[in-house]
């Protein structure tokens, strides 16, 4: 039996003290434990920022990847075992600028594996720059005179994109992330957690106090109904994505369970082809 | 028995099954024991625009394409202008009389109608068996043994359609017997003795099979030209294997996905061509430094940019092997023949887990589009090995400690490998530079250490490589060595052949090897050869600086280069081999 401390790999993280990327790895070993699994199932992928180094903050399987590319990689280590637990963390510059095509491919393809975006709308790691989530107007060392791009939509995206899980949480809410995280691993296909993690450093306008001013819960919707596409969309709208808790789920076959993979995967199987299937395949070029 | 071979060639639109008729052909005629190589030329659109098809049919193996041609169909007016000035003196041109208006063909010419010819009871016959079956009465061949072939082209599409292509066999067939009887089997086709069957394949098919049949299930890619029928033999005949081949939204998904699938123990590779490559440059660093195997597969075409997506090239060797930033070492191969392919590209997935880093497959349009007769593949001296890959009794290890997946220790610098899911063997991996167990490190010493062993791992290669050259170098001493690599072997062999024919001593070198370079194995060729020249498809005479860089001091080397998107002819290059004499 695994406990919160079979997780933990004693490495200091180089963020920042107050950082909200502690919180996503507390809950991501809490929810390790709650899962019952055992450090060498879990694969952690990760791509590159402060979110990015993540990967090396649990004791598990961890992946630092390049930029942008960490669902790239975590659907090729899924793929090829599939008893694994496979779990991709990234940032908002990751997920939503240079990795932008992939994060939507794997909504579409719904390769059984959990992204957990790390969301504090600015680019740390390269000291304050604007992200594809800065609101309008935002200020950084690349946007003096404010932000004028509008920010992605990551949930309406997510709809869009054929997400099969769309869930949003906050640093500041434990356990409801520890929660969500579970849930996400648990459903079949691919699972999208926005967490938003904000940046003590970088960004005095998305602070802790201004989330949790303006977050609400779909635990407070009355009669909100996660299977509901249309009302999920229009509850985000209008929220302008302020919004926790789990938004949407549908139960679409996975690509695994699409493709029969489910059925028949041998890839982590190396060995050379059998000489009947090889003569076989030799037939077809007579 | 004496070597004897037809050239063979129909022109026509895209679109107008040219590809068809070209292959139930060659297929027919590796059913009856010829050798055969089939060569389309197109253009990258998919209706409209001319191409053609060229088979060299003979009775010893052929491995490219013969500049002249003793039989043309003519299926549009274009073939009349760009592929008629092939045709021999002895040749036959079959064509329609509208096309021949104020010209007067100085060959033997069939001139009939198409639109007359495919005229039917309630149906159109189509153009491209009715050709079919004109050349197999030119050729003498009986019909009957061509309609298997048809069967298996047209028979799952309904009887009806397999009576219409039967029809248009016959028609084409009969036209020339009535119309033309002199010309009833105007040709001898090449005297076989013995026939035995041989295998008809692509040389991006026999890389596929070379992948599958060394067990590696996962192909993640992106369509490119020329390199899309790999991925569409691997989503043909993985699944059955219990494996995937899965078309990502990019090249850069495409070549992180395997290097994903890798790293959690399958095979695992992609394939592209020059515009491909770039993008997974990045990619390809991430495996190199988390020493995870990949295997990339090449078919080069001409660049740069966009280049000439259909056209012959080999100008990606240096982006192959250097393309990467930082310091990195790859093993770059490069195959020289169809079945060089599929032995390659199986043993690039060995060289791949022992060495635990990329490896590039460098083909090139003319060997990957390339199709010819393939007598047997030996399944028999084929073994898979993994190298250092551990997979299970470690020693109980638990949390902070961590299994040394990059120990700086290891024999040969390379380290032992452990895949995510097995117990006690918890690692991590990094594009960072990192620590002896994948921790980020920039300690000075680490940086150094682990940068030595990554290079220094490789290096025996050049010792271990089975065939770093392919050598056809009779003479201790040479008057003239030709060096080539890839697709240009088999017209590098036939000017070497004529050459020697006239007295010269001429050795003949493909390399097989790129990275690392087989100094040792090519030095003393380069050495003990008056005259040497480097036959290349690419304008920088990549592969001439190549073994410049490597081999010092390195004697005079003759370039002999062509970029213009076609592939080399025999009487070209042994003219331009002369000149150097």
């Known amino acids: 039996m695994s406990t919160l401390a079979s997780f933990q790999n004693q490495v200091k993280p180089n963020w920042c003290p107050g950082c909200g990327d502690y919180a996503v790895q507390m809950a991501l070993q809490q929810a390790a434990v709650k899962l019952n699994l055992e450090p060498h199932q879990l694969a952690l992928v990760s791509g590159i920022g402060c979110s990015g180094r993540i990967g090396g903050y649990l004791y598990a399987y961890g992946m630092h990847t390049t930029h942008g590319r960490a669902l790239p990689f975590a659907q090729g280590v899924k793929l090829a075992n599939p008893e694994l637990t496979v779990i991709a963390c990234g940032g908002d510059g990751d997920g939503f600028a240079i990795g932008t095509a992939h994060t939507i491919h794997a909504m579409r393809r719904n390769v059984n594996i959990t992204y957990i975006l790390m969301d504090n709308h600015v680019y740390g790691l390269t000291k304050g720059q604007t992200s594809p989530r800065s609101d309008v107007g935002f200020k950084t060392k690349t946007t003096p005179t404010g932000n004028i791009e509008t920010p992605i939509a990551a949930l309406e995206l997510a709809l869009a994109s054929g997400a099969t899980f769309v869930a949003q949480g906050f640093s500041a809410q434990l356990p409801q992330l520890v929660d969500l995280i579970v849930a996400a691993v648990r459903h079949e296909g691919f699972s999208f957690v926005n967490v938003f993690s904000p940046c003590v450093t970088f960004n005095h306008t998305n602070t802790y106090e201004w989330f949790r001013e303006h977050l609400s819960d779909v635990k407070d919707i009355a009669g909100y109904d996660p299977h509901d596409k249309g009302a999920a969309a229009r509850h985000i709208m209008e929220k302008e994505g302020m919004l926790t808790g789990l938004l949407y789920e549908n139960d679409r076959a996975s690509y695994e369970q699409a493709s029969g993979l489910a059925g028949f995967n041998t890839i982590k199987n190396v060995e050379k082809m059998p000489q009947a299937n090889f003569n076989k395949l030799l037939e077809g070029f007579k | ?581």
């Open chain 2, 1 to 581: 028995m004496k070597k004897q071979e037809l050239s063979w060639k129909a022109g026509g639109q895209q679109g107008e099954g040219l590809e068809s008729l070209g292959e139930i052909f060659a297929a027919a005629l590796c059913s009856l024991g010829y050798d055969v190589y089939g060569y389309r030329q197109f253009s990258s659109r998919i209706k409209g625009g001319h191409t053609s098809y060229k088979l060299r049919i003979a009775n010893h193996p052929v491995a490219t394409i013969a500049s002249s041609c003793n039989l043309l169909i003519a299926m549009d007016p274009d073939t009349l202008e760009v592929d008629a000035p092939e045709l021999t003196a002895e040749g036959i041109l079959v064509t329609d009389t509208a096309w021949l208006e104020g010209k007067k063909p100085k060959v033997r010419t069939v001139a009939l109608s198409w639109n007359e010819l495919s005229k039917a009871d309630g149906t159109t016959l189509p153009k491209n068996i009715l050709a079919l079956g004109i050349t197999a009465a030119l050729l003498g061949i009986d019909t009957a043994k061509l309609l298997p072939l048809l069967e298996k082209q047209y028979g799952r599409k309904g009887a009806e359609v397999m009576e219409t292509n039967r029809l248009a066999l016959e028609t084409g067939y009969e036209y020339i017997k009535n119309n033309y009887h002199d010309l009833l089997a105007a040709f001898t086709m090449p005297e076989l003795e013995n026939p035995q069957p041989k295998l008809f394949m692509l040389g991006n098919e026999a890389v596929a099979l070379g992948a599958l049949t060394s067990g590696a299930k996962f192909m993640s890619a992106y369509p490119i030209t020329p390199s899309s029928e790999i991925m569409e033999y691997m989503v043909k005949y993985a699944p059955a294997e219990g494996g995937v081949m899965l078309q990502t939204e990019d090249e850069i998904s495409a070549c992180t996905m395997a290097i994903g699938a890798a790293y959690a123990g399958a095979r695992a590779f992609t394939a592209t061509a020059g515009p491909g490559l770039s993008l997974m440059a990045e990619a390809i660093g991430l495996a190199e430094m988390t020493e995870t195997p990949l295997v990339v597969i090449d078919t080069q075409r001409g660049g740069p940019s966009t280049g000439l997506p259909t056209k012959h090239e080999q100008s990606d060797l240096m982006a192959a092997i250097y393309n990467t930033h930082g310091d990195t070492a790859k093993i770059v191969i490069s195959p020289s023949s169809i079945e060089e392919s599929f032995y390659d590209t199986f043993e690039a997935f060995n060289l791949a887990e022992e060495y635990q880093c990329p490896v590039i497959v460098l083909s090139d349009l003319q060997l990957s589009l390339g199709k010819q007769s393939v007598t047997s593949l030996d399944y028999g001296k084929l073994q898979v090995r993994r190298g250092k890959l551990v997979k299970d009794g470690l020693p109980e290890i638990k949390s902070p400690e961590y299994f040394k997946r990059y120990d700086l220790e290891a024999e040969g610098s390379i380290s032992m490998r452990v895949l995510p899911g097995t117990p006690n063997g918890i690692s991590l991996g990094t594009g960072l530079e990192h620590d002896e167990v994948g921790r980020p490190s920039e300690n000075r010493a680490m940086r150094t250490a682990q940068s030595d062993k990554r290079l220094r791992k490789v290096r025996s290669v050049v010792d271990t490589f089975e065939s770093p050259l392919y050598e056809d170098a009779p003479y201790p001493q040479s008057d003239l060595l030709i060096i080539g690599m890839a697709g240009t072997r088999a017209v590098i062999s036939e000017v070497a052949e004529e050459l020697r024919e006239k007295g010269l001593r001429v050795n003949h070198v493909q390399i097989r090897l790129l990275s690392p370079f087989p100094v040792c194995a090519l030095n003393h060729y380069l050495q003990e050869a008056k005259k040497i020249v480097v036959v290349e498809h690419n304008a920088t005479a990549q592969l001439a600086r190549l073994i410049k860089m490597n081999v010092p001091p390195c004697p005079e080397l003759h370039s002999i280069l062509k970029y213009n998107g076609d592939i080399f002819y025999k009487e070209e290059l042994l003219a331009k081999c002369k000149e150097v004499l």
